[in-house]
Nanobody, 128 residues
Framework: DVQLQASGGGLVQAGGSLRLSCAASGLSFDDYAIGWFRQVPGKAREFVAGIAIGRNDGFTRYADSVKGRFTISRDNAKSTMYLQMNSLKPEDTAVYYC???????????????????WGQGTLVTVSS
């Protein structure tokens, strides 16, 4: 059974940092591109960052709103993905979801429909 478990969310003041983790099980982790999305009530799920695998291993993609502040990474040996979030802003407040996609090419998919598996989400709250 495929499971993605997101963790690391919490309450942080503006300008602070958090590191989200997502542990994967039940799948060959290095066969999947991974992504982070976020969602707030009343809005669509928003792409945050993605990282490729295979021939495109290490290629990343970021939403304009987080470029220069967030860094996505993966540790295939640990079947874990990360999202390092720095210089957090109140508008970053959301539930953050990790996801895995069988699409291995470039561009890294940035729409929820292209991702096959999803974690449960972890809440990030940034105070002003």
């Amino acid at each position: 059974d495929v499971q993605l478990q997101a963790s690391g969310g919490g309450l942080v003041q503006a300008g602070g940092s958090l590191r989200l983790s997502c542990a994967a099980s039940g799948l060959s982790f290095d066969d999947y591109a991974i992504g982070w999305f976020r969602q707030v009530p009343g809005k669509a799920r928003e792409f945050v960052a993605g990282i490729a695998i295979g021939r495109n291993d290490g290629f990343t993609r970021y939403a304009d709103s987080v470029k220069g502040r967030f860094t996505i990474s993966r540790d295939n040996a640990k079947s874990t993905m990360y999202l390092q979030m720095n210089s957090l802003k109140p508008e970053d407040t959301a539930v953050y979801y990790c996801a895995a996609s069988l699409l291995l090419g470039i561009p890294i998919p940035n729409t929820p429909t292209k991702y096959n598996y999803w974690g449960q989400g972890t809440l990030v709250t940034v105070s002003s």
